[in-house]
């Protein structure tokens, strides 16, 4: 295993997204649990959860309540539900789950935020889908300031949030475009790209993101696979994500999958390696899963990155 302990989203970190398999709910949760432990192993800094709601393939809905699930059986490393859907919920409400969740496993709890996409989240919460940007803007600099223990309302009083002036939560935010980067640089949080998006989007908006004066982490998010890459799930996987993107995010992503593959970890991360130089990036966040792969082949991908991949690119990160 890579020894290596960062503060969750740092600057540098390497983390693992997590996504649950078409299995029965208790076994979904065994197997996030199981592969969370195997990525704290391999020697991941931590590992990522995201939210959607209505059963949508690939998600679950709780991703703070599953976090806690994940940190009480991991040995080692941080969680961050990330991104949540800021927009569905008050942020005070938020703010207080996740303060608590940073005081019950201190320096273990990141958080991202986004405003979301899927129609389906908002009916289901009774929030207007046309309201979400409007309500995520006024959100976000509410919720920074309230996981960095400063907040005017008696949402001030709460007792984690009062801890969080000392021991602030480390935040990013879902970022695709100039706005959006120059508003999380100016409240101070780290920027999440999407997955999809090619290497010359995600260095336009690490550079305005730089100009705009932004310090924290700049993460890349890629699917990486050692070994012959799985052509067909990978686009399966493209079928479904095209099936509900919205159109500034399409115009983003170019006309390939951005799937980082090698025959072997080293030559893996060679190419991750330079797609996150020719990025401007930082800190990346990798995913494994895909539509159709068994929790057998992301078991076995999770090994595989341990014993070539992490060490070699953590490497040539410090370089």
Sequence with gaps: MT???????????????????????HEQVDELRTQACLG??????????????????????NPIQLTQLLLAAMPRGWVAPCPLLLALQPYALI??????????????????????????????????????????????PRIVGALRGHDET??????????????????????QSGPAVRRAAGLGAGVLYDSLQTTEVSKRLSDAYDQAGGQAAKILIRRV???EPPTEEMAAQMAHYR????????????????????????????????????SNCDTVNIRVHLKGI???????????HGSDLLPRLRALLAA
Excluded at 12 to 22: F, Q, T
Excluded at 106 to 124: E, H, K
Excluded at 294 to 304: E, F, G, M, Y
């Design 3 to 25: 020894e290596f302990t960062a503060q969750p989203l740092a600057p540098g970190s390497i983390s693992l997204r997590l996504y649950p398999h078409d299995l029965a709910p």
């Design 40 to 61: 704290a192993e391999a020697g991941y800094d931590g590992v990522m959860v995201s939210e959607h709601h209505a059963g949508f393939p690939g998600y679950l809905p």
């Design 95 to 140: 703010a207080e789950q996740l303060a608590w969740l940073a005081a019950a496993y201190p320096d273990r709890v990141g958080a991202g935020f986004a405003a979301g996409a899927l129609p389906v989240d908002f009916d289901l919460a009774e929030v207007p889908f046309d309201e979400i940007n409007d309500r995520f803007k006024a959100a976000l």
């Design 154 to 175: 008696p949402l001030g009083r709460d007792r984690a949030i009062i801890r969080c002036a000392e021991h602030p939560v480390p935040m990013v935010v879902a970022s």
């Design 225 to 227: 696979w050692i070994g």
């Design 243 to 278: 099936s509900y993107a919205p159109t500034h995010a399409l115009a983003n992503w170019g006309s390939g999958d951005q799937l980082i593959h090698g025959a072997t970890g080293r030559d893996a991360a060679d190419a991750l390696a330079r797609t996150l130089r020719e």
């Design 294 to 304: 068994s929790p057998t082949q992301v078991r076995d991908q999770i090994a595989l």
